[in-house]
């Protein structure tokens, strides 16, 4: 089965689609954390219609639920095709201008909204590989939303492929398309009965043969420092000031192990990622990352620890260490069901792609899939430089992936 004749979609799609900001926040407690999310899923929604898919529908929470009907008599398990439409808070993403560079050189391309941004192949050396291609990109100015609207444009034109060609064989298979994955509550409000499927595929990953069955176990710590609050008049030997005792804390932590500016590969690691306080009550709080789920209770002891040690210089503080679960590894799950990834990488193998298990130092939607009964790998969508102003996509790598979820869809059927 080759898409050689197919025109494609994808491509098109994307360009329009990251034109819509969707930048999720990590400061709302709504969900979806913002209402301009549903605004390119009511689009979705009506382009699923427009495709043929009669039952596509955007619920409260934000989420987006469509069937792509089976064209088998066989009992086939029913996969879910999944991709997030909110863009990371890191980078602004109003205004978005996509460019596509056509048969891409090889060359720097400076971007010309903003000529000091520059996407290099030393800063991508993936770009050597993508030579020939045509590369979209934003201006200069903002990120270009890939991350992760390349998948979300993948499934759209995967939909309207299988629809159009229903002499291919396959299960039904569920489109879910999710806000707030990028702060961590991506699959928060998913309704499991509803979308009814047994296996899954996110189109959330970068370059293309990547296979990622493996992520961190995260969560979430925050340390807070008790102080005692005085007049600053008459402190003497009465003021603890816990912002004092924050950053003594903050100065303990290791600058050459423990964390993401010096670790790689299968390290975790401890990151502060934000710190507010005043005289009384200061805190600091963390991201605890680890592929060894058992690690993470070690680092947090070490917190502990080192929090501990914070205060004994300051009589009178005190400290406290709250953990919060965030995901854990979805090799756990998919190591239960090895079939999920053997079929992903028959389809790689028939679709010509090498492919490359990998671990992802972070995680998807697919790794809270996974333990909510969805076992869920990654797979790749070309999206790079992601969550920056040097974000980029290769469309044909966009295709490349359209015709791996065939071909995934026709395996499932064919081993049924």
Not at 115 to 144: F, M, N, Q, W
Not at 190 to 212: I, N, P, S, W
Not at 246 to 251: E, L
């Amino acid at each position: 089965m080759s898409l050689k004749d197919y025109k494609h979609t994808a491509a098109d799609r994307f360009m329009r689609y990251v034109q819509v900001d969707t930048q999720s926040d990590p400061a709302s407690p709504s969900q979806p954390s913002t209402e301009k999310q549903k605004d390119l899923s009511r689009i979705l929604v009506e382009e699923l219609k427009q495709i043929g898919i009669s039952d596509a529908e955007l619920d409260e929470h934000g989420y987006v639920y469509a069937t792509i009907p089976a064209t088998t008599q066989k009992q086939v398990p029913v996969l879910c095709y999944c991709s997030h439409v909110d863009t990371a808070p890191d980078c602004s993403g109003t205004g978005v201008k996509p460019i596509l560079h056509m048969n891409y050189d090889g060359k720097d391309i400076v971007l010309p909204d903003d000529p000091t941004v520059v996407i290099t192949t030393k800063e991508h050396p993936y770009l050597k590989e993508r030579i020939g291609d045509d590369i979209i990109t934003a201006s200069g100015t903002t990120l270009l939303g890939a991350d992760d609207k390349a998948g979300v444009a993948i499934i759209m034109d995967l939909a309207a492929y299988l629809i159009q060609h229903p002499e291919i064989p396959h299960g039904k298979i569920r489109i879910l398309f999710t806000p707030d994955e990028e702060i961590g509550r991506g699959v928060a409000k998913v309704d499991m009965k509803k979308l009814g499927a047994q296996f899954g595929y996110t189109l959330d990953g970068g370059e293309r043969g990547h296979l990622e069955g493996e992520t961190f176990s995260a969560d979430a710590a925050t340390v807070v420092f008790n102080g005692v609050s005085a007049h600053p008049g008459y402190a003497k030997d009465k003021m603890v000031n816990a912002i004092k005792v924050a950053s003594a804390f903050i100065d303990l932590l290791p600058r050459n192990e423990w964390c993401p500016e010096v670790t790689e590969g299968m390290q975790g690691f401890v990151h502060p990622v934000h710190m507010e306080g005043v005289l009384e009550k200061a805190s600091v709080q963390f991201i605890v990352r680890d592929f060894d789920t058992a690690q993470l209770a070690h680092h947090e002891e070490r917190l502990r620890e080192l929090a501990n040690k914070a205060i004994t210089a300051f009589p009178g503080a005190t400290a406290e260490v709250i953990i919060k679960e965030q995901y854990r590894n979805m090799k756990e799950m998919l190591d239960q069901h090895p079939q999920v990834m053997d079929n992903a990488e028959e389809a790689y193998k028939r679709a010509g792609i090498t492919t490359e298990r990998m671990s992802i130092r972070g995680g998807t939607d697919g790794s809270r899939l996974s333990f909510m009964g969805l076992p869920c790998p990654n797979l790749f969508t070309g999206e790079m430089g992601i969550h920056s102003k040097q974000e980029y996509v290769s469309v044909q790598d966009m295709e490349k992936a359209v015709e791996v979820l065939v071909h995934i869809a026709q395996v499932w059927e064919e081993k049924s």
